[in-house]
DNA sequence: AAATTACGTTGACATTTGTCAATGAAAACG
DNA sequence: CGTTTTCATTGACAAATGTCAACGTAATTT
């Protein structure tokens, strides 16, 4: 149980064995069957979820009524609506599972508390949080400085398992276009 | 000197006057006439600039030559190519000044010894990078969920100093659209 | 195994945005 | 103060993308 987490973890800032039973009193274990909500929009984001197992997505409505996802997790990775956890706010995004899954939890108080006693937890936050930053300039420049069909050659190669994973319907929109744009993006790649 | 700077640390992390003399040591001032580059793409990003006056913008070059800012910062903000910073890597942004400006500099030894010496800083970092994730996502969710006229509105709203400070083509460019469609939504706007 | 649902592709057409160029006003420069 | 540069607006036209609908195939459900 966990283990993906700590392999993780690890990764990011190494832990004593000490320290990981410390914070597996901390974890939940959560399973998901495929399309269930892990969060609604307006409700408030009680935990941030780490995927042992399993695809999920984080999306938003559009006022058209169009869900726009702004994040995949498959697993190794995090998912939550941060702006909502950190602040108690309602949540602005929806949480389902694409994929049925298995996920670890963390509540607010557990962070609160790790962040006071461990300090390796905010610096794998902060490491976390970074990453994610970098990720998300990088793709907003991508989105106004390169074609769709850059951007989708991109994102097969950064992640392949994403692309097979999840419908190209969902791949359109975490990509800001309609599937029938990233259609004709394909076609016009194959055509070269 | 570096009031600026040491009032938005201590409004995220309070510090003693022993804990502010220390990271003294760590700054460095710099001066910028209005368009010199503090950074240029291809160089590797040596420090974290904040902004003590002025201002400055953060942008990079598309394939057809256009530029696409992708961050403005004015006095109180911080601005880098993260990325360069951390990694050594060659930059992928230009950053030069707006107006005439003042800047604190901290290079990337101070921050990694700052990271070492004092836990306070590496709290600052993690509230300063989530701040900036948020922002960014909360951005890009906008890009593709709501109309140029509605994005412009919020951003009028929500940075008025900045839609002051900046000519209005800067604005098109930081929203990833043409001065012409920039002025185009404005005039939506202003028939309603 | 049959029925139903989900998905990807395609074309016609509508809408939105970009490109180009011109104009006038404001700001900057000498 | 005169000159030059920068900026914002506007319109015509081109290009890109969205909307709608239909179709065939694959996957899921019954």
Redesign the interface.
């Given at each position: 149980m966990y283990e993906l987490f700590f392999r993780k973890f690890n990764e990011k800032v190494p832990l004593t064995h000490e320290e990981e039973e410390m914070i597996k009193t901390y974890l939940t274990p959560k399973k998901l069957r495929r399309k269930q909500y892990l969060l609604q929009e307006g409700d408030v984001c009680k935990s941030i979820a780490f995927v042992e197992k399993g695809a999920l997505r984080e999306y938003?409505?559009?006022?058209n009524g169009?869900e726009?996802i702004?994040q995949f997790a498959i697993e190794g990775w995090t998912i939550s609506d941060?702006?909502s956890f950190?602040t108690g706010e309602p949540a602005?995004y929806n949480i389902d599972a694409v994929e049925d899954s298995e996920l670890v939890l963390l509540s607010k108080s557990a962070h609160e508390e790790l962040l006071r006693k461990l300090?390796k937890y905010?610096?794998y936050?902060?490491l976390q949080?970074?990453g994610?930053?970098?990720a998300?300039?990088?793709?907003?420049?991508s989105?106004?400085?390169?074609s769709p069909e850059e951007r989708y050659a991109n994102f097969t190669q950064l992640y392949p398992e994403l692309v097979q994973r999840f419908p190209q319907h969902m791949i359109a929109s975490h990509m800001?276009l309609t599937p029938e744009t990233l259609s004709r993006a394909r076609r016009k790649i194959k055509s070269k």
């Open positions: 938003s409505i559009a006022e169009n726009q702004i941060l702006y950190l602005t300090p905010e610096t936050l902060r949080v970074t994610a930053y970098l998300l300039q990088k793709r907003l420049t989105v106004n400085t390169l800001g």
